[in-house]
């Protein structure tokens, strides 16, 4: 998975040579954690985190993104990279025990997307690598503990992104596809919707 990831890196590093557009985003994403034990749903509830980053559009066509026909519509990558936070409350996923999880991502999405104007819309994988986390039991002390990476939870995550951008406004919903549950029998994936401001500081087309 730190193979995927480095990939994805060295395409965002390649492709920032060739960027046309460059944003600054951020904003709040509820998430939450599908748990299923032994093929069995567990219920559990979601969380609200935030998010920071920055995103490129590097076009297909150069030429015709910069003339006039970039009313008519674009296609290209647009890969953003962010800080974001995401977890779950009362996930049984860690030791079997109703905890509230909080993890901290670095994570690139690499969609690819068509804009026109004030609109956009993509599509594309993401890769994620939790940089830390907590736990926090809803029985005992209720004291904040550090996330055992290995053993109880996985750090990487993957998935599919898709988002709909309207003038400022970022609209995107990550599915994850990677098994973070550490347990033989548990199978736990992220899934997130996030809220953005997306403010372009650099446009080419402009």
Known sequence: MKKILCSFLMVTSLASVQAQRLDI?????PSGI???????HQKSGGTIGSHFGLAMFVPFDR???????YSEGSGGLFPALQYIKKGASKS???NASA?????????????????VDWFGIGIGPYAAYALSGNKKYRVGDGAKEKI????????????IGINMQMSIFKLQYDWGLANLA???????????FSISLDIPLVNTAD
């Open 99 to 115: 905890a509230d999880i909080k993890l901290k991502y670095l994570q690139l999405n690499l969609p690819v997307s068509y804009v």
């Open 182 to 192: 550490a347990g033989p029998s548990d199978v736990a994936k992220m899934r997130s």
């Open 148 to 159: 055992d990476f290995g053993n109880e939870l996985k750090r990487m995550d993957y998935g």
């Open 92 to 94: 049984s996923v860690i």
């Open 63 to 69: 030429k015709a993104y910069n003339d006039a026909s």
């Open 34 to 40: 599908h748990h299923k034990l032994e093929g069995d």
């Open 25 to 29: 985003l951020g904003g709040i994403n």
